[in-house]
């Protein structure tokens, strides 16, 4: 119960609220964790709150660090996802990007940044690294931008790849043989010519099924929500 009480006063400082609105949110937090206990009311939770042992934050490392930087998208759901749910209205989906920089000795997040997501990874390096007072020893940076790029294949490796390994494969345009290739594929996905609307379903149908294989997130539902192909 006082990991559920904890939780219940960090939502209220996190999401600025009084005390008798925080059961609502946190009984769907144990819901979604298949948790059988109940939320804390407000009561509870203001009794119990000046018992609770302080919670001591995390001392950053001393000396050189190893540091891994990484980044991850944030779906935002509001106004506009209930009003397509209730009425089929489209929206414009919104999205963040959230950067961490992590001390890989200690698991320690010692750097961050949240900006939209259009906002590059590389732009984002020093702005995480400056405020950091002590030495950095390495950086690795991970970059996951739609227009990273690509892992290259030469003409022997292309050759080898059947026509189901890309997502044109009559064109044979766009491989999807790692990561890097789904982000490239869904950023040059407007640069492919000469292909009908069915082709372009089946392509991205292909490029769902790549992203979940490894682990890449798409912002998009639709190849319609990218940008439109020019005229031919």
Do not use: C
């Not at 769907?28 to 948790?35: I, R």
Request: zero cysteines; glycine letters at 4%.
């Amino acid at each position: 119960m006082d990991a559920a009480i904890r939780t219940s006063l960090m939502g209220r400082t996190g999401l600025s609220l009084l005390l008798r609105e925080t059961q609502g949110p946190m009984t769907s937090v144990l819901s979604l964790m298949d948790l059988t206990i109940s939320a804390p009311d407000h009561t509870t939770v203001s009794r119990r709150a000046v018992a609770l042992p302080l919670i001591q934050p995390a001392s950053m490392p001393h000396g050189p660090l190893h540091v891994l930087i990484d980044s991850t998208g944030l779906q935002i759901h509001g106004a506009g996802q209930w009003l397509e749910a209730r009425h089929g209205a489209k929206s414009r989906q919104k999205a963040r990007k959230l950067r961490l920089a992590v001390d890989v000795a200690t698991g320690i997040i010692v750097a961050q940044t949240l900006t939209d997501q259009d906002a590059d990874d590389p732009s984002q390096v020093a702005l995480l690294l400056d405020p950091l007072k002590t030495a950095i020893h390495k950086s690795t940076l991970r970059v996951q931008t739609r227009r990273s790029a690509m892992a290259k294949l030469d003409k022997e490796d292309r050759d080898k790849l059947t026509d189901r390994q890309y997502a044109f494969p009559k064109q044979r345009k766009e491989p999807l043989e790692d990561a890097s290739h789904v982000r490239n594929a869904v950023a040059r996905f407007d640069q492919v010519h000469g292909v009908t609307d069915a082709e372009r379903d089946e392509a991205w149908k292909r490029i769902e099924t790549a992203a979940k294989k490894f682990g890449v997130d798409l912002n998009e539902r639709s190849w319609r929500e990218l940008k439109k192909p020019a005229a031919e």
